[in-house]
């Protein structure tokens, strides 16, 4: 079965620094592009990183472009965010979802369980 | 960035019934849409893609039509397990953007 496990949500200070990680299980991750998508307490969905199977290709949305960064290791089927410069806005679980296409069109077709993130003094 | 409008964000219906949300996108997307639906404390599942290709394992009372910019998300013969709050996204370009959610409640 295809699993998507994340781990590293903490409480954390504004300013300070987190790693999240993605593990992925029962699918071949090297070929699959991956996302992380978060969801502040009570709120809708964002949208906040992709990267393509190589890592070749990366994106981000304005509100964490130059703060938070995507990578991969696809030997270790792992994903990870690294997040600096955390703000209390940046309070949210993170999920990571793999992505699927079906004639071009792309979806998001599987989400881990998703790992909080707080950022307080 | 292209905008999502969802439509009502909350409604209530009865088991049995069948109810409409709607996704309005701020330009043509084609049939870059999908559907989610998400119970509290769990992650999101994808229902619908490309705008009407039912994901396996989803219950076949559950249907996407449109394109462009206009696309509905339908729940025929509802059952208490669909309450939820359904999102949609446009997979058309980055960011990805979601809809703002429609919470549906079975009385």
């Known amino acids: 079965d295809v699993q998507l496990v994340e781990s590293g949500g903490y409480l954390v200070h504004p300013g300070g620094s987190l790693r999240l990680s993605c593990a992925a299980s029962g699918f071949i991750f090297s070929i699959h592009e991956m996302n992380w998508v978060r969801q502040a307490p009570g709120k809708g969905l964002e949208w906040i990183s992709y990267?393509?199977?190589?890592?070749?290709?990366?994106y981000y949305a304005d509100s964490v472009k130059g703060r938070f960064t995507i990578s991969r290791d696809n030997a270790k089927n792992s994903l990870y965010l690294q997040m600096n410069s955390l703000r209390g806005e940046d309070t949210a679980v993170y999920y990571c979802?793999?992505?699927?296409?079906?004639?071009?069109?792309?979806?998001?077709?599987?989400w881990g369980q998703g790992t909080l993130v707080t950022v307080s003094s | 960035d292209i905008q999502m409008t969802q439509s009502p964000s909350s409604l209530s219906a009865s088991v049995g019934d069948r109810v409409t949300i709607t996704c309005r996108t701020s330009?043509?997307?084609?049939?870059?849409l999908n559907w989610y639906q998400q119970k509290p404390g769990k992650a999101p599942k994808l229902l619908i893609y490309a705008a009407s290709s039912l994901q396996s394992g989803v219950p076949s009372r559950f249907s996407g039509s449109g394109s462009g910019t206009d696309f509905t998300l339908a729940i025929c013969s509802l059952q208490p397990e669909d309450s939820a709050t359904y999102y949609c996204?446009?997979?058309?370009?980055?960011?990805?953007?979601f809809g703002q959610g429609t919470k549906l409640e079975i009385k």
């Open positions: 990267i393509s199977s190589s890592g070749n290709t990366i």
């Open positions: 996204q446009q997979s058309y370009t980055t960011p990805r953007t």
């Open positions: 979802a793999r992505v699927h296409y079906y004639n071009s069109s792309a979806s998001f077709d599987y």
């Open positions: 330009q043509s997307i084609s049939s870059h």
